[in-house]
Antibody, heavy 116, light 113 residues
Framework: EVVLVESGGGSVQPGGSLRLSCAAS????????IHWVRQVPGKGLVWVAY????????TYADSVKGRFTVSRDNAKNTVFLQMNSLRADDTAVYYC?????????WGQGNVVTVSS | DIVMTQSPDSLAVSLGERATINCKSS????????????ITWYQKKPGQPPKVLIY???KRESGVPDRFSGSGSGTDFTLTISSLQAEDVAVYYC?????????FGQGTKVEIK
């Protein structure tokens, strides 16, 4: 089965860190870019970052630049989102998604709550 | 950054009637190698990930009912649900995958009248 599975979410205090994982199966992982998209409860979808297929390049939304880092381990078919200096407005459901000509395969989402 | 603006923010349509959602990009999103617009439409229901309906502005994703169609070019795009069904109640988003940051529209909530 072709699937992406996120893990690593949870609750953290402002200023803290979390690392999300996105594990892929059922396809040749190293051929695909992987994106992170988030949705604040009751709000819209917001693109966060992507990493290219071999991990040599990544791009970030201005709102997370300098705080979030995307990396990948193609041997383990996994992408990571390291989130540092977390703020209350980072509270959201985080989705990883594979891209071809568009974001065609999405994980189920992982809840991140930043609160004191 | 490319700004994606959807209209309306919400609409209520009777079962079996047509629903039309518009999406305007602040600049063209034409991908030159294939001369197609890099616009995707997603359906989002609570507790579920986004579901692809339409890609390249007008190509229906495999398995998507043919009551869903996409059209438009340049900077103006449309998602049409030709005959609204109860299971179509959701929020719909347009998305540009032309240039980073890959922005979404704000979403359009579709309800039953």
């Amino acid at each position: 089965e072709v699937v992406l599975v996120e893990s690593g979410g949870g609750s953290v205090q402002p200023g803290g860190s979390l690392r999300l994982s996105c594990a892929a199966s059922g396809f040749t992982f190293s051929n695909y870019w992987i994106h992170w998209v988030r949705q604040v409860p009751g709000k819209g979808l917001v693109w966060v970052a992507y990493i290219n297929n071999d991990g040599s390049g990544a791009t970030y939304a201005d709102s997370v630049k300098g705080r979030f880092t995307v990396s990948r381990d193609n041997a383990k078919n996994t992408v990571f989102l390291q989130m540092n200096s977390l703020r209350a407005d980072d509270t959201a459901v985080y989705y990883c998604a594979r891209s071809t000509d568009y974001l065609d395969l999405w994980g189920q989402g992982n809840v991140v709550t930043v609160s004191s | 950054d490319i700004v994606m603006t959807q209209s309306p923010d919400s609409l209520a349509v009777s079962l079996g009637e047509r629903a039309t959602i518009n999406c305007k990009s602040s600049q063209p999103v034409l991908y030159s190698p294939n001369n197609k617009d890099r616009i995707t439409w997603y359906q989002k229901k609570p507790g579920q990930p986004p579901k692809v309906l339409i890609y390249w502005a007008s190509k229906r994703e495999s398995g998507v009912p043919d009551r869903f169609s996409g059209s438009g070019s340049g900077t103006d795009f449309t998602l049409t649900i030709s005959s609204l069904q109860a299971e179509d109640v959701a929020v719909y988003y347009c998305h540009q995958y032309y240039s980073s940051p890959y922005t979404f529209g704000q979403g359009t909530k579709v309800e039953i009248k």
